[in-house]
Antibody, heavy 120, light 108 residues
């Protein structure tokens, strides 16, 4: 069964850091690009960042550029998101998402998400 | 950044009817790299359509995607109660990847 399981969310104060992890199983992880997508409570979907199969192409939304870093470890079938200088507006459910292709394509598998709350 | 505008914001229809959801892009979406997702309450989104008109695995043929350039449509025929959800369009032809604001489909 194809599965993505996120972890690492929680309550954090503004300005602090948090690292999200995503464990992938049921597919050949290093064949596909991966992404993080977030959804603020009651709001729509916002793409955060994406990384190609070999980490050769990395993209960020302007809202997180310079603060967030995406990475992957193909040997561990894992995706990460290092989030620094967190702000209240980063509060959201963060989804780990599998791409259909090795570059940047549509998102065919979604995890259940991990909640990040930024508040003092 | 390519901005996607979805209409209508909310659609209320009866079972058996047909729903037409629109997605307009502020710039041409290259190679029709446009997808549609369904999100039911409390669940993660699910891919319905990719490359504007290709159905994802396991998606019934009641769901049909069409369009090119800047105008795209998701048509859901023979509505069922389980189609109650929010539907998002997404473009992945140019970074940053962007989503529309969503259309809420209510089944009477």
């Amino acid at each position: 069964e194809v599965q993505l399981v996120e972890s690492g969310g929680g309550l954090v104060q503004p300005g602090r850091s948090l690292r999200l992890s995503c464990a992938a199983s049921g597919f050949t992880f290093d064949d596909y690009a991966m992404h993080w997508v977030r959804q603020a409570p009651g709001k729509g979907l916002e793409w955060v960042s994406g990384i190609s199969w070999n980490s050769g192409r990395i993209e960020y939304a302007d809202s997180v550029k310079g603060r967030f870093t995406i990475s992957r470890d193909n040997a561990k079938n894992s995706l990460y998101l290092q989030m620094n200088s967190l702000r209240a507006e980063d509060t959201a459910l963060y989804y780990c998402v599998k791409d259909k292709v090795s570059g940047m394509g549509a998102f065919d598998i979604w995890g259940q998400g991990t909640m990040v709350t930024v508040s003092s | 950044e390519i901005v996607l505008a979805q209409s209508p914001a909310t659609l209320s229809l009866s079972p058996g009817e047909r729903a037409t959801l629109s997605c307009g892009a502020s710039q041409r979406v290259s190679s029709s790299y446009l997808a549609w997702y369904q999100q039911k309450p409390g669940l993660a989104p699910r891919l319905l359509i990719y490359d504007a008109s290709s159905r994802a695995t396991g998606i019934p043929d009641r769901f049909r995607g069409s369009g090119s350039g800047t105008d795209f449509t998701l048509t859901i025929s023979r509505l069922e109660p389980e189609d109650h959800a929010v539907y998002y369009c997404q473009q992945y032809g140019r970074s940053p990847i962007t989503f529309g604001q969503g259309t809420r489909l209510e089944i009477k």
